[in-house]
């Protein structure tokens, strides 16, 4: 069993940067690959960026370029560097782990760290 826990969001304004943490109950950079979705209100939930066991990365096109994913020293913890944030970025953020082998043998989520872009 693999806790998440989210942390980091927050009200920022239009062009301002939030650095979002996931910290692991356990190490998971070897048996986990991890993403980053987001919901916003009255949306379906949507990938964001994705993090190999490998180590490598990838994001979706609206946050290309201005979003960077990545890990901490320690084995248990993810981060998501956000810049130049968008009122479209607004939407609650959620860390998710999946087992190597399979969602069958291990798919987490962490409870959600709300990211609100306004002016």
């Known amino acids: 069993q693999v806790q998440l826990v989210e942390s980091g969001g927050g009200l920022v304004q239009p062009g301002g940067s939030l650095r979002l943490s996931c910290a692991a109950s356990g190490t998971i950079f070897s048996i986990y690959a991890m993403y980053w979705y987001r919901q916003a209100p009255g949306k379906q939930r949507e990938l964001v960026a994705a993090?190999?066991?490998?180590?490598?990365?990838n994001y979706a096109d609206s946050v290309k370029g201005r979003f960077t994913f990545s890990r901490g020293n320690a084995k248990n913890t993810v981060y998501l560097q956000m810049n130049s944030l968008k009122p479209e970025d607004t939407a609650l953020y959620y860390c998710?782990?999946?087992?190597?082998?399979?969602?069958?043998?291990?798919?987490?989520w962490g409870q959600g760290t709300q990211v609100t872009v306004s002016s």
């Open positions: 993090m190999s066991i490998g180590g490598s990365t």
């Open positions: 998710n782990a999946v087992h190597r082998l399979g969602p069958g043998r291990g798919d987490y």
